[in-house]
């Protein structure tokens, strides 16, 4: 049972920061509340004021431009970035990830900046935007600041949101040739979250050698990690299901994740080795085969 609280929608974003300054230490922000709600059931927080930026109609946006990348508001919902013809176009794994995100009801309202703000280490979009080098703007009434996604989570269900701060933007950099980004999630059920997750981008040269790679596991520990010791052999190599295996065992080997009901730390270092080998070579085969935009060099 959720208890009683002051609701308080503000109708601009410099509102929204003065009110998040103002209830700092006694306030909660919602934004579509697909975690928020869930948590306040279970009693894990209680705030004295719940602030919900849903309606900031200036934080409800996708833009792209060619030379700058994706721009995606912290208000946008999973659906509107499922449907997006320019994320289906330049950022098929993105529009991929979505379609399996929880429930079309749960795409619907939860939003991109709640559920990466949620810091849960079991979400969806948080590895494949790692995977795509995405940086996030957070902001409140003292300015704004702009950090890469993967220096945003600190801990389990912890972020460097300061006491008054908001996600205000997540920017992805337009895409590179001959690189490609796969994500695959492991579930009981397909609109499950993942018992582990993985998301793997690899990059080409001219001769087809990986010369940017990035390893996110999600679900892999007590927050979203990159599997840097991966990364480092998959770089410079030459490509080959020997090096796939490296990779996959390299990726188990990073992780440190934690066993619950759903999975012992055992099963879940597995299915690391066995998805991270199968997306690296994943990846591989569509980066050999993707043109368009610089290459890496």
Known sequence: MIHDFNYLRPNTVKEAFALLKKH????????G????????????????YVIDIKGLAELDYITYDDATGLRLGATTTHREIEFSDIIGQKYPVLKQMEEK??????????????????????????PVLIALDAMVKVGGAEGERTMPLEAFYTDLFETALEPGEIIVEVQVPPPRSKTATVYQKFNLLESDQGIVAVAVTIGLDEDDTCKHARVVLGNGAPTTIRARTAEEALIGKKLDDTVFAAVG?????????????????????????????????????????????????
């Open 33 to 48: 509340g697909q975690s928020l709600l869930i948590i306040m059931r279970q009693g894990l927080v209680a705030p004295e």
């Open 24 to 31: 700092q230490d006694d306030g909660k922000v919602i934004c």
């Open 249 to 297: 065992q390299a990726a188990a080997d990073d992780s440190s994740p934690v066993g619950d009901i759903h999975a012992s730390e055992e099963y879940r270092r597995h299915l690391i080795q066995v998805l991270t080998r199968r997306m690296a070579k994943a990846a591989f085969a569509q980066a050999r085969s993707n043109e368009g935009g610089p290459t890496w060099k």
């Open 101 to 126: 995100l929880a429930s079309i009801q749960v795409r619907n309202w939860g939003t991109i900046g709640g559920n990466l703000a949620h810091a849960d280490a079991a979400g969806d979009p948080a």
